[in-house]
């Protein structure tokens, strides 16, 4: 079975939305781009969340003490293990294999504790700073690290969620970081796996997930340092530079840290996805009906990009957005839009028992009137791969040999092809705007009329 973009839970055949869960789904072939951002769980009204920020921040301080105190090879060489957890799926990797930091970067992250005397003193409160003393330490070795380090409780939380949404799990292998004797060990224990390469799958709450640290340099540098420091440099710092300074000028980064401490009431967790506000999409409907059919002045393009943004919206939460512009197998053609299935609603689960619907194809058409070669070119993405259903978005109703042709398809090859207009977005639309009804209830409408239409 080909899935665009699988997820552990399409593969497994568990139908649950990214909504209806407390984790990120994780995809099989490629990472989330979030990452888990440690003053999250310092933030956290859960004690629960504060213990494990309290065993993250000590940890860190353990290695650099023991850095300072003399055990320098093997605080480095725990450094450098902790700053990649490939279980966990997060970052922006196409292939969820990452990169470990190297020796003189782990070196240079511990010397931190020698060079820094408040630090050396009492260590870090929020060891995310490191970002703004060390050259290439960014977001996703504070997310790995952090993952590392708090790795035991996220096994028991993966095997709760599994146990909730009836995940299978098998025996693993992996490195977990010991707490009490600050040192990796290997522990066998029950995981979800990946079934492309046979490798540990880890989940993280959502709760927990960012898309930018709320500590990170660059923050730091626009909102911050050329704000208050900026003025007193005759030429601008580069980024070198920059933290360099910062290492001989720690009150600096402190003030800069306390007042992100004072500040942080409204911070919030990035959302997986977000719908867009309702005006936006009023306006991306009046944006569509104003352009004119065919590829005049790129119509055909904007209609895609203005349509993708609109469906991807007012179809969640039922309908989870996989990917747009998706080539077939010989890269011949490129299927528009493609929606997970998480039988979530009731049209969903009987798309999914009667034509085995595991994602959904959105065809978009931006022509005057769709044709029969529009209809077979969308029969021709209709395989085992993605099920015997599927959607086209146009600008005007079909004509009746159209129609006619689609129920011929569902008679010979038992595949239903929907057709969708202009009114049909509208009304999507406006029940977005209202709330008192689903958008996919649209579709629904559109499905009851087509098997009307049927043969007895």
Known sequence: MIIIRPRINDFYNVPFSQEEVDFAIPFLDEDIPLYVDPFLLWKSPSMQDNSLHTVLVNSFNSLGHNYIKGNTNDSINILIQSSECEEVGLGNSKTKQGKKISLKESSKILELFKNIPQIHKSGFTHFEEIQL????????RVSDITCNIIKSWLIDYTISQCDKHNIPIEKSKINVFDYKSGKFKEEE??????????????????????????????EYFEKYFLKELGGQFE???S?????????YNYDVVETYIKIKERNSETLKND?????????SSKRKFRTIAKLPTGKTENADKEYEKNLCQILASVLYPHLDFASEQ??????????????YNNQSYPILKDLYELYNCKQIIFELKNVKEVENEHVNQLNRYLTNSFGNFGIIFTRNKPPKKVIENTISLWSGQRKCILILDDEDLKLMCQLYEGKQRNPIDVINKKYIEFTRLLPS
């Open 133 to 140: 003393f060390v050259e290439n330490i960014s977001k996703d």
């Open 271 to 279: 959302p997986l996805f977000k719908q867009i506000p309702i005006l």
């Open 326 to 339: 998706s080539r077939t197998e010989n890269g011949v053609h490129i299927r528009d839009l493609i929606f």
């Open 235 to 237: 030429e601008p710092l």
């Open 239 to 247: 980024r070198v530079e920059i933290l360099d300074y910062n290492r």
């Open 189 to 218: 224990t029950w995981l979800p796996e990946n079934p492309n390469t046979k490798s540990p799958i880890i989940f993280t709450p959502k709760r927990w997930l960012r898309f930018i640290p709320y500590i990170n340099y660059e």
